[in-house]
């Protein structure tokens, strides 16, 4: 949902990576995309919003809440503060890094929530979200022996 009639519109979800870029998550008419999301474990993630005000909010903050199979549910909360009547903004929330582990790889539910000051819902953008294991083995640098 692109939060049409509550005073924000939704235009653009995205992940970024320094491994991908840009990972752009499908909002409503685009929502039966290529699949889910495909993020490495351990990467450092960071989501951008891009959205219009329809009217000013105050206390504007962003949930996201991470469900899968086997996982508890992981629940982030980042206050954006006040936006006046326009748009469109641009916002990079703070870098999270992935849990690392085969224990923590696998498919989520991911609902990002835009809320007002009185936790009112005015957007919402679900997907789907894979954590894959990093396979291989790490470089290792060899010193020449100094005998």
Avoid: K, N, W
């Avoid at 999270?96 to 609902?111: D, E, F, I, K, S």
Wanted: proline share 6%.
């Amino acid at each position: 949902m692109s939060g049409s009639g509550t005073g924000l519109r939704l235009l653009d979800v995205s992940l970024y990576t320094e491994e991908r870029g840009r990972l752009a998550v499908a909002l409503d008419a685009e929502a039966d995309g290529p699949g889910p999301l495909r993020v490495a474990e351990g990467a450092v993630v960071s989501v951008g919003l891009t959205f219009l005000v329809d009217r000013a909010v105050d206390g504007l903050a962003f949930e996201e809440r991470r469900t899968g199979d086997d996982h508890l549910p992981v629940t982030t909360r980042t206050t954006l503060g006040g936006f006046r009547r326009g748009g469109p903004y641009e916002v990079r929330l703070p870098p999270r890094r992935m849990p690392v582990g085969r224990a923590h790889c696998g498919l989520y539910q991911v609902t990002g929530r835009l809320t007002d000051g009185e936790g009112r819902e005015l957007a919402r953008a679900d997907h789907e979200l894979m954590i894959v294991h990093l396979t291989g083995t790490p470089e290792t640098r060899t010193v020449p022996d100094a005998s």
